[in-house]
């Protein structure tokens, strides 16, 4: 059973940066074989897309509201995926998920794998 469990979470001001992990274990397939995505849920919000990496890293989505604001990669070695924010603004403010699924167009509609979730929180 994969698992995904997120940090990096925090409070911070507009303009700021935070940097998300999701770790990823108990898969036993090759990290190559998942595609990896961010989601957040603000208050009295649906769970949006807002990021995702390909299986190979050399593919990468993102919302709009997000597009050269936020980074994701990912490090193979370490089982690892990273949503690099900067420039955070107070609409941001949101629970972030880890999201994995064996596409990456799967990945920003369906996944088949969640995190528990981090709050993110950004202040004004």
């Known amino acids: 059973q994969v698992q995904l469990v997120e940090s990096g979470g925090g409070l911070v001001q507009a303009g700021h940066s935070l940097r998300l992990s999701c770790a990823v274990s108990?898969?036993?397939?090759?990290?190559?074989?998942?595609?990896m995505g961010w989601f957040r849920q603000a208050p009295g919000k649906e769970r949006e897309f807002v990021a995702a990496?390909?299986?190979?890293?050399?593919?990468?989505r993102y919302t709009d509201s997000v597009k050269g604001r936020f980074t994701i990669s990912r490090d193979y070695a370490k089982d690892t995926v990273y949503l690099q924010m900067n420039g955070l603004k107070p609409d941001d403010t949101a629970v972030y998920y880890c999201?994995?699924?064996?596409?990456?167009?799967?990945?920003?509609?369906?996944?088949?794998?969640w995190g528990q979730g981090t709050q993110v929180t950004v202040s004004s």
């Open positions: 999201a994995a699924a064996f596409t990456i167009t799967a990945v920003t509609t369906a996944p088949h794998y």
């Open positions: 108990g898969h036993t397939f090759s990290s190559y074989a998942i595609a």
């Open positions: 990496i390909s299986r190979a890293g050399d593919s990468t």
